[in-house]
């Protein structure tokens, strides 16, 4: 299905959100569309969807194929949404139904849409959860229980089960590790092709978005200020936001006080499996920091210690964490690197004692976390998610 958007303007409660966007995508298409937190980039795919807030004030035209969609009625938009045009959203675990199993959550288009049978409709959701890289197996499951990875797959599994003609992808990687965000493009973008759909990939990521698209729009404060072959504009940006997005996206280093420069993915960090984390240790030498704040037990601030955490219903409970032992000292700073799945969301939730501990035992200035003391622990630590 083509997208053919001209002179597109928005305006919420009179402030301009969206100047004059255009944006053409051809059917079979597939097109990125870059920009900056706060460009406009979400909110021109509500303005495609027609979910626009009441107070929205909005001109020019949408062409959803043959379907003027600016102030189309409810009823045609809503005949087209998750059966022509599926949306897959920024952050998975708000798309979903917590309470829905992942069968149910993936059905809920088919069944809005069209009259299928119980049995034609659980076979068509088995066979999207393997092309999204799912076992069918995780069908019963809750949608709330799965990783944040797993979760992706799902809205994206949910976005392609009716074979939508156009497909709206709003940020569907920025809350995955880089390694499963790879995956999810190229899959993505693989299963569009299959299906012969259009795709508009929203991204503010340009390292995401070669795999993605062909060329891409670069949106600026609401404003579509470049367009170009993708290439082209890494090799050569000529606007000065486009350079700054660029920029943003050469690959990831970090320097280390006194270790020197080294490439993120060159420092090796222990290993980690889909669904169960074990600590690893980084090749560098932890001591020295430890010595300059003195010993690590009397300046231990929160200790882990033989850590085991299994997460699930009965069928389907898995051990998340095994074996963890983890050390944090007064003034330290420590990151935990891990893959999406890998228990690190588990780990930090064990240690402020929201998880039940299998084996193992969590301390805080040198008291053992539990329930006497659970107010006590949370209120002196800040969790930013």
């Known amino acids: 299905m083509s997208l ?36 406009g980039k979400s909110m021109l795919i509500r303005a495609i969807t027609g979910l626009l807030p009441s107070n929205a004030e909005i001109s020019g035209s949408c062409m959803l194929g043959n379907l003027q969609t600016v102030k189309a009625k409810d009823e045609n938009l809503a005949s087209i949404r998750g059966k022509y045009v599926g949306v897959v959203f920024q952050q998975a675990n708000r ?63 949910t976005a392609l089960i009716t074979s939508p003609r156009l497909i709206l992808a709003d940020e569907p990687t ?5 390694v499963t965000q790879s995956e999810v493009v190229r899959m993505l973008a693989s299963l569009v092709d299959d299906m012969g759909a259009s795709m508009l990939f929203v991204t ?24 170009e072959n993708i290439k082209n504009l890494l090799d050569n940006p000529r606007i000065s936001s486009t350079k700054q997005l660029v920029s943003a996206a050469k690959k990831l280093t970090f320097r280390a006080q006194n270790l020197g420069s080294k490439n993120l993915d060159s420092v090796k960090v222990g290993s980690a499996n889909t669904g ?3 600590v690893g240790s980084a090749n560098v030498d932890f001591k020295k920091f430890n010595s300059r704040i003195g010993n690590s037990e009397e300046n231990s ?52 004692g929201l998880e039940t501990l299998c084996e193992g035992n969590v301390t805080y200035c040198g008291e053992i976390v539990n329930n006497a003391n659970l107010l006590e622990v949370n209120k002196n630590a800040c969790t930013l998610m």
């Open 301 to 352: 601030l929160i200790n882990a210690k033989n850590i085991h955490v299994t997460l699930g219903r009965a069928k389907t409970r898995a051990e998340v964490l095994r074996g963890v032992d983890l050390n944090l000292n007064i003034g330290e700073s420590l990151a935990i690197i891990g893959g999406s799945g890998s228990g690190k969301t588990t780990l930090i939730r064990t240690m402020l």
């Open 174 to 178: 920025t809350a995955l590790d880089s």
């Open 4 to 39: 053919n958007i001209q002179n597109l303007t928005l305006k919420l409660g009179g402030k301009l959100i969206l100047d004059n966007v255009s944006i053409e995508i051809s059917d079979g298409e597939r097109v990125g569309l870059v920009g900056s937190s706060g460009s």
């Open 95 to 157: 798309a979903l139904n917590p309470m829905l199993s992942v069968e149910k959550q993936i059905s809920l288009p088919l069944r809005i849409h069209y009259n299928l049978d119980d049995d034609d409709i659980h076979n068509r959701v088995c066979m999207m959860l393997e092309k999204v890289g799912l076992s069918k197996n995780l069908a019963s499951q809750r949608t709330f229980e799965l990783s944040g990875g797993q979760q992706q797959r799902v809205g994206i599994a």
């Open 276 to 278: 169960s984390a074990n």
């Open 204 to 227: 503010h990521d340009f390292s995401v978005l070669s795999h993605a698209a062909n060329r891409c729009y670069v949106l600026d404060s609401g404003r579509v200020v470049d367009s």
